[in-house]
């Protein structure tokens, strides 16, 4: 399947439930009636689109849901949106998001219906794939005008009770741009640039390198998630944060943050950084 040349200008999207979040480009779906999701076969390919403005009340730009080969997301440009690029569900194959750029925007509904929701730039979420080097997420960038609740890139791996163990690994998030823009509150509760943030699944081997996060942020990097004792353990393990540029980034509480999931990670930063780690064992690395 491959969808590509398309241009989508000031779209209206729904502003009642279930249909909480709205997709420009959407391929595959989820039945909320009957719990019944169905997978998308064959190679994803979503190239070269154009997304401008979009009036709902969590308006995606992109996104694909539960997909059992490869899937490709190029050079798109999504603007005026809620969430830019969005990987769901059961992905049981690699994932590749180059040359994006996405920007997003204030959405004062949303903030009147559901205050605290979150925004992404680029985000993967639910049982990501465990085949090896299974994300690539490269060269895209990702502009904000968010006041609060926003992060840049953000991946969200999750095992549940009946469903397969999987794992995020192998994965590469590097030589991205993150700009944290708009009008930041005086105490403003979560601004991230990148986070990693597991329930219950296993994430190791990621590398997070050569990135350039700049604007406002209340945390540049994070690992962190939560344990369901029914499924199994949450860990972090041999993950690296290396090498990314932070310099022209305000950063309110710490460059880094390893939650006490992660054991045996790296980072590799600048004299200065802020590094808070409640693990086990993990390496900090500051150089001048």
Known sequence: MSIHHNTLVDLVGVRFLPSFSASAIRIGRRNI?????????????????????????????????????????????????TAGIRIEGEVKRPVRITGNHV??????????????????????????????????????????????????????????VG???YAFTSSRIVDNVVILGGEVPAEPQLRYGMDIFSGSARVSDVVMARNNISGVATRAFVFEGFEDPAVGP???ENNRVVDNEIGHLVV???????????????????????V?????????????
């Open 33 to 81: 009636f009957t719990d019944i999701t169905p997978v998308v076969s064959g190679r994803v390919h979503v190239h070269d689109n154009v997304v401008d403005g979009f009036d709902a009340v969590y308006p995606n730009g992109l996104a694909i849901l539960n997909t059992e080969d490869r899937v490709v997301v190029r050079d798109n440009n999504v603007y005026g949106v």
């Open 103 to 160: 920007v997003l925007v204030e959405n004062p509904q949303l903030d009147e219906l559901f205050p605290g929701t979150l925004r992404f730039g680029i985000t993967g979420q639910g049982s990501l794939a465990s085949t090896p080097s299974n994300f690539l997420v490269r060269d895209n960038l990702v502009e904000s005008e968010v006041a609060d609740f926003v992060i840049g890139i953000s991946m969200f791996p999750i095992n549940a």
């Open 163 to 165: 469903f397969p163990e």
């Open 234 to 236: 949450t860990v972090y």
């Open 252 to 274: 309110l509480q710490a460059a880094m943050f390893f939650d006490p999931f992660t054991r045996e990670n790296l980072y590799r930063g600048a004299v200065g950084d802020v």
């Open 276 to 288: 808070l780690d409640q693990g086990v064992d993990n390496t900090v690395v500051l150089r001048p």
